[in-house]
Structure formats: structure tokens, C-alpha cells
Nanobody, 126 residues
Framework: VQLQASGGGLVQAGGSLRLSCAASGRTFSGYVVGWFRQDPGKEREFLAAIRWSGGYTYYSDSVKGRFTISGDSPKNTVFLQMNSLKSEDTGVYYC????????????????????WGQGTLVTVSS
């Protein structure tokens, strides 16, 4: 699976952005797709994930209620709608995927994600 992340940019605090993660090579069927954020000098942080089959979602406490992850089957794309952005949301956002088959688990550990997009920069100005 090849992933292409896009949608980053500069936004003021309180604003919104929508990130996209498009898959090529195969569909997301049977996969969990997640979004992670990395700040300079820090470890990559799990934000949200969606289990493609069934649409089950999971969020970190830091983004719950502000971010929404969703999938578009015809476009084979996962979106991350980010609202009420804060300066601490600044960072490089990565989408990633791992095959889950029939498992209902959603992993937050980045080491379990096999496929990664190239990252897209989000800058939130205060």
C-alpha cells in the first residue's frame, strides 16, 4: 500500500484544516489507518485511527472532540478533519496503515504500522 498525505498548511488558532490520506496499490479494506503527529525533537504521537471495515474509530485524549477521522470508500481516502486548532497542534502529520484482517483492535503504537505516507506540515499560528 502506498499512502499520499496532503492538506497541511498555515492556519490561525481556532481555525480548521482537513488532511487527506489517499491509498494506491490496493484498497484500505482490512486495514486500520491512523494519523500521527511529530514535533521537532519529539517522538511521533498517535492522534486517531479508523478501522476501515466497520468504521470503528479511536482518538487520543489530546484531539478527542476536536478532530474527526473518516473514510471515503469510492476515493479510497481517509480524512482527518481538524477543528479548533491550537498552537500545540503544529507539527508534521503522517498517515499510516497496518493490516488488521478481522481483528477489532486499533493500535496506537507506531511500530505496528507498516505503511507510511510522506507527512504534511501543519502550522497553527497563535
Amino acid at each position: 500500500v502506498q499512502l499520499q498525505a496532503s492538506g497541511g498548511g498555515l492556519v490561525q488558532a481556532g481555525g480548521s484544516l482537513r488532511l487527506s490520506c489517499a491509498a494506491s496499490g490496493r484498497t484500505f479494506s482490512g486495514y486500520v489507518v491512523g494519523w500521527f503527529r511529530q514535533d521537532p525533537g519529539k517522538e511521533r504521537e498517535f492522534l486517531a485511527a479508523i478501522r476501515w471495515s466497520g468504521g470503528y474509530t479511536y482518538y487520543s485524549d489530546s484531539v478527542k472532540g476536536r478532530f474527526t477521522i473518516s473514510g471515503d470508500s469510492p476515493k479510497n481516502t481517509v480524512f482527518l478533519q481538524m477543528n479548533s486548532l491550537k498552537s500545540e497542534d503544529t507539527g508534521v502529520y503522517y498517515c499510516a496503515a497496518h493490516y488488521s484482517g478481522f481483528s477489532s483492535n486499533i493500535n496506537v503504537d507506531e511500530r505496528l504500522y507498516k505503511y507510511w505516507g510522506q507527512g504534511t506540515l501543519v502550522t497553527v499560528s497563535s
